[in-house]
């Protein structure tokens, strides 16, 4: 399956936990998503859900992510349309992986059982510049994947 979303790619928030003593043994914390981040997940999940299979897949999955992040207006014309054509990308935050990892923490169990079921990204997952800003994501079977030539 293969499909575009109209929103601002945005990471996975890193957890900023707190280091506790307990019994003379240092226990990392970590706090609950902060509001902004769950309101950013229910968005991207709200327009995902059109796209759900019936069933959450089974077994070995193939991911490809394209996170097209806003092109800055404060550039050239000439820097904004390199940029457009994949000249130059993105290496501002946010970090790809957290990228990947909003994107698979919002998925589960609603795509797939587990992200853990992620067992390859496909070519050209990265970060980009785009018009609007999107994610472009593509998602299946391992099978499926190999029998496409694509491993």
């Known amino acids: ?10 990471g996975q928030k890193r957890a900023r936990g707190r280091a506790f003593l307990v019994g003379g043994k240092a226990i990392a914390g970590k706090p609950r998503k902060d509001e902004e981040q769950l309101l950013e997940e229910e ?23 394209k996170a097209f992040l806003p092109i800055p207006k404060s550039k050239s014309k000439k ?12 290496t501002t935050k946010p ?18 059982r587990d992200d853990k079921q992620v067992v390859e990204y496909l070519p050209g997952t990265g970060k980009y510049y785009g018009d ?10 391992m099978d499926k994947a190999i029998s496409r030539g694509l491993f």
């Open 43 to 65: 968005k991207l999940l709200t327009l995902m859900y059109a796209h759900r299979p019936s069933e959450p897949l089974q077994g070995p999955l193939v991911l490809g992510i």
């Open 132 to 141: 609007p800003a999107r994610w472009e994501i593509e998602i299946e079977t």
């Open 1 to 10: 399956m293969k499909f575009t979303i109209i929103l601002e790619p945005k």
């Open 79 to 90: 820097w904004q349309a390199a940029a457009l054509a994949g000249e130059i990308r993105p």
């Open 95 to 112: 970090d790809l992986d957290n990228c990947i990892k909003n994107l698979k923490d919002v998925c589960q169990g609603v795509f797939w």
